[in-house]
């Protein structure tokens, strides 16, 4: 069974975000990572391939300059070759955009399941997932904190406030994992010493057959109009205990509605 | 070498995550209660296929010896000893887990360098298969032996530990002190002198190995020490344990134990290096810090030019330390190890530098220094174990002298 996931690469969070003043954009100029999220559904990807006998986990990743480095910790991990799409065609691409791109790359690697995160942890717009799978065609299921496969279906569990739903699908498919699905491995030694060897092929959106008119500033149907600094956060009120604190602490959390 | 290499670096962040989640949070137990850390070093082996890799290399090389292709077995451990990369996957291991715990990489260095090694140099195949491939993968915990409560820096000279040839049989008696993992070892390797009534000058050194519970060993509890509290230490004490010859290292008692220790000697030596830049980097990161952000006369202490002096100083030994680090792995790759004087003049270097620093850093704390929450106050308590063990800074200083003075 071979798995396909989508891996975002970003700015590692470690280090403080900055925002272009031209474009309004986030800079991606420094320490590029494999975003958090991902490392559950490579692991997924890995686990489904293992259990299924055969197959393997590809990875796909739309990145600018041709940034690989979060594309070698997935490898390290296990998955056996990636697709990169790097062009400066690509530059200012809004998530729609970016689906185009990572759907006709995924058409590309005969896949049996797809999978992506909820929401990355810098764009986290969240809608990457539901984009593909409509450009693809195929039946779309998120918030996964469970996943199983049997035969040409997936059985998931699906994350909801009160619980969980069984959900069923046909494969191929796109599924949204959560980060609850499974624990990432660490690389190990020899993970990270066959990395190095393993493929990762980089493709321009002509390779993809798009148009350049379709992505990056040219394609893009959402434009960011302003950007503002977040509020600075205000003192909190100060409520001297006099006995009534339990008392006064409900009631200020009631008047919230939070209880 | 001049850097380190971009897949270095990943094996880098990867111990580090392991550090932060499986370390840290039990850092109280480790340092200041009683948790040993056998189980957390044995997952981190598992986890990064350090085990895996130990047996890999194992089963190669008993291949070799028993299709009766053997180089310097020695050797061959010493520059295979990390796993390929000229070492670098065994040393930076060692440098992150000594940013936390100096005391996990003894017990740890101990069991697998300095135990399975001495077993692996000296010891016949079968030997090896019985109790070196345990040892490497860290599914046995070993320690090595030769210190006694007369005899520390004239090992050899002052060792009173003795084995007594009965029939087919060895008889031994002595006591060993601050032996690593001595209280919770499974394997130790035992080093003493042959009685024949002879002088004990003259006595031949033998080594023998011997399992946890032989009639007649008994294996103290871990002592109570300055710090280094992640590796316990403990006290041996033999009487009228009897042996085979097949427990006697080589089988035979021609081995040349000396020269066996010698190599020892080398190569954890070797290892004090890298424990020390996990030191001065742990240090020096956390001083950094500190001196931006704690403010004294109206400025952050980093504007004084004597706190200034002491942040350049530790760079400058953490440049130092790095560069003997990456010469060693460098070394080890093009299949040499360092001599015994060179070992002896990086030990020296590198353990009186992790001292400096770690003193510097407690000052450049302040009172929060001497507090332990601050974690400089346990770095330098456990630095100065480097300038003691392994060698002491006055063995690496005459060793040093006598090979330039050619004497
Ligand atoms: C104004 C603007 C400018 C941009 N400029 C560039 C640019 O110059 N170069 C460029 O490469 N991108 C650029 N992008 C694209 C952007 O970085 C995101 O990839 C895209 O908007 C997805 O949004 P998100 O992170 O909110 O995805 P979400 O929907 O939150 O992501 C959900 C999941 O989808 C998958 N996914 C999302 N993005 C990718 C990806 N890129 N590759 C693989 N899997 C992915 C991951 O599994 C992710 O966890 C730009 C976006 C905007 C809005
Ligand atoms: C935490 C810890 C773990 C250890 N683990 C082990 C272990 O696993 N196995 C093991 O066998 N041993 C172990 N040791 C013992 C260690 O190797 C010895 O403590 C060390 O070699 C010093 O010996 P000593 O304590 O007898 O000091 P001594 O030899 O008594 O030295 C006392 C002082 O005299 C100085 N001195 C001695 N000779 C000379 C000389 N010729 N010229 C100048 N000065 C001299 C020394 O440098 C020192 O300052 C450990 C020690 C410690 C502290």
């Known amino acids: 069974m071979n798995v396909v996931v989508c891996v975002k690469q970003i700015p590692d969070p470690a280090t403080p975000g900055e925002l272009d003043a031209s474009t309004k954009t986030l800079r991606r100029s420094g320490s590029i990572i494999l975003d958090d999220s991902d490392a559950y559904g490579v692991e997924m990807g890995l686990q489904l391939a293992d259990k299924a006998g055969g197959g393997e986990v590809i990875l796909v990743s739309m990145a600018p300059n041709n940034e690989n480095k979060g594309l070698r910790t997935a490898l390290a991990m296990g998955a056996a070759k990636a697709l990169l799409i790097s062009d400066e065609a690509l530059a200012g691409s809004d998530a729609l955009s970016t689906a185009k791109v990572l759907a006709k790359a995924i058409e590309r690697a005969d896949a049996d399941l797809i999978l992506t995160a909820t929401e990355s942890t810098d764009g986290y717009t969240g809608t990457i997932p539901a984009q593909v799978a409509e450009l693809l065609g195929l039946p779309m299921v998120t918030f996964a904190k469970h996943i199983e496969v049997d035969g040409d279906r997936v059985k998931v569990q699906r994350q909801t406030e009160a619980g969980y739903d069984e959900v069923e699908s046909p494969l191929p498919a796109v599924v949204s994992v959560t980060a609850g699905v499974v624990e990432p491995r660490y690389p190990s030694f020899k993970g990270i010493m066959a990395a190095k060897g393993k493929p990762v092929d980089e493709l321009k959106v002509a390779d993809l057959g798009l148009d350049a008119g379709q992505v990056g500033w040219a394609g893009a149907r959402q434009e960011i109009a302003d950007v503002s600094a977040a509020e600075e956060r205000k003192a909190g009120e100060i409520v001297e205990d006099e006995g009534d604190g339990a008392e006064r602490i409900v009631a200020f959390l009631e008047q919230l509605k939070v209880i | ?407």
């Open chain 2, 1 to 407: 070498m001049f850097e380190w290499s971009e897949e270095q670096l990943m094996v880098r962040d990867a111990i580090r995550q392991f550090v932060e989640k499986e370390i840290k949070p039990h850092l109280t137990e480790l340092e200041h209660g009683d948790l040993p850390p056998y189980d957390t070093l044995r997952k981190l082996f598992r986890t990064f296929g350090m085990d895996a890799m130990a047996r890999d290399r194992f089963e190669r090389q008993i291949a070799k010896e028993k299709a009766g292709d053997i180089d310097d077995p020695v050797k061959t451990t010493l520059s295979e000893g990390g796993g390929g990369d000229g070492g670098a996957f065994m040393v930076i291991p060692i440098i992150e887990l000594c940013r936390y715990c100096p005391g996990m990489v003894t017990a740890m260095g101990v069991s697998v360098g300095l135990t399975a090694a001495a077993i692996m140099s000296k010891g016949t195949t079968a030997q090896k298969e019985r109790w070196a491939l345990d040892l490497l993968t860290l599914e046995k915990i070993g320690a090595w032996a030769i210190t006694e409560p007369g005899s520390g820096s004239d090992a050899f000279g002052g060792m009173r530990a003795t084995a007594r040839r009965d029939g087919d049989e060895y008889v031994l008696n002595g006591s060993k002190t601050f032996i690593t993992n001595g209280p919770y070892a499974d394997t130790i390797v035992f080093i003493c002198k042959l009685d024949e009534g002879n002088d004990w000058p003259d006595r031949k050194i033998l080594t023998f190995v011997l399992d946890r519970g032989m009639p007649g060993l008994e294996q103290s509890k871990p002592l109570r020490k300055m710090g280094l509290h992640s590796s316990p230490t403990g006290e041996l004490f033999l009487s009228d344990v009897r042996v085979g010859r097949d427990r006697l290292l080589g089988e035979t008692e021609d081995v040349q134990a000396r020269s066996g220790a010698k190599d020892t000697f080398s190569m954890e030596r070797t290892g004090v290096a890298a424990m020390a830049l996990g030191i001065v980097e742990q240090c020096l990161d956390l001083s950094v810090q500190y001196a931006k952000d704690r403010v004294a006369f109206g400025r952050p202490i980093g504007e004084f030019q004597l706190i200034q002096l002491k942040l350049a100083k530790m760079e400058v030994a953490r440049l130092n330390i790095q560069n003997l680090v990456f010469r060693q792995i460098e070394l080890a790759r093009a299949g040499r190890s360092l001599s015994l004087t060179e070992a002896s003049a990086m030990k020296l270097y590198s353990a009186q530098s992790a001292m400096e620093v770690a003193l510097e850093a407690v000052q450049l704390f302040g009172g929060n220094g001497y507090m332990a929450e601050f974690q400089v106050e346990q770095l330098a308590r456990d630095a100065k174990v480097l300038q003691i063990y392994a060698g002491t800074d006055e063995i690496q200083i005459s060793q040093i002298a006598r090979s330039l003075l050619g004497s």
